[in-house]
């Protein structure tokens, strides 16, 4: 596990950006943490860093938003599901196979995942700084995720 200790939104932003550095299709990326934690702006610094030229915004209520780059962005929201039936139904993995899937709130859905993804929590301190714990699962065990610290 590697952490990360971001004291601004542009540091968080530049892990996201940094973390794309690393990527390859089929990789699926879980945040986990509280409302306003910092997820979406990680999110923005992986569009960001696949050269997506337009905003990564919430999809919070729509469940889905896809956007072009380098390699195609899959970016979704389960907080509003009810179960992994219907994470299953949305069919993410097969539409991200060629790019990235990036889920927040993926905690509520790693038992319906393959066994290879990176789980980035995120804990907000008292003074608002952010840590960033990375946990690598499966083939990401063997991944060089040192960058992520730089």
Same mark, same amino acid.
């Given at each position: ?21 690393? *990527?390859?299709?089929? +990789?699926?990326?879980? *945040? ?20 997506? +030229? ?40 097969? +539409? ?47 991944? +060089? *995720? ?5």
């Amino acid at each position: 596990m590697i952490e990360i200790t971001s004291t601004t939104e542009q540091e968080t932003f530049a892990v996201g950006r940094r973390l794309a550095g690393l *990527l390859k299709p089929g +990789d699926v990326v879980l *945040l986990t943490g509280r409302l306003g934690c910092g997820k979406t702006l990680f999110t923005s610094g992986i569009g960001d860093g696949l050269g997506v +030229d337009e905003p990564v915004v919430s999809p919070s209520f729509v469940l889905v938003r896809s956007y072009r780059g380098f390699l195609p962005l899959i970016h979704a929201d389960v907080y509003r599901l009810s179960s992994t039936g219907e994470f299953e139904d949305l069919d993410l993995l097969s +539409d991200a196979a060629e790019g990235v899937l990036v889920i927040e709130w993926g905690g509520v859905v790693a038992q319906a995942l393959p066994e290879d993804f990176l789980t980035v929590d995120f804990e907000v301190k008292d003074d608002g700084q952010r840590v960033l714990s990375i946990r690598p699962s499966g083939s990401w065990r063997s991944r +060089d *995720l040192g960058p992520l610290a730089a």
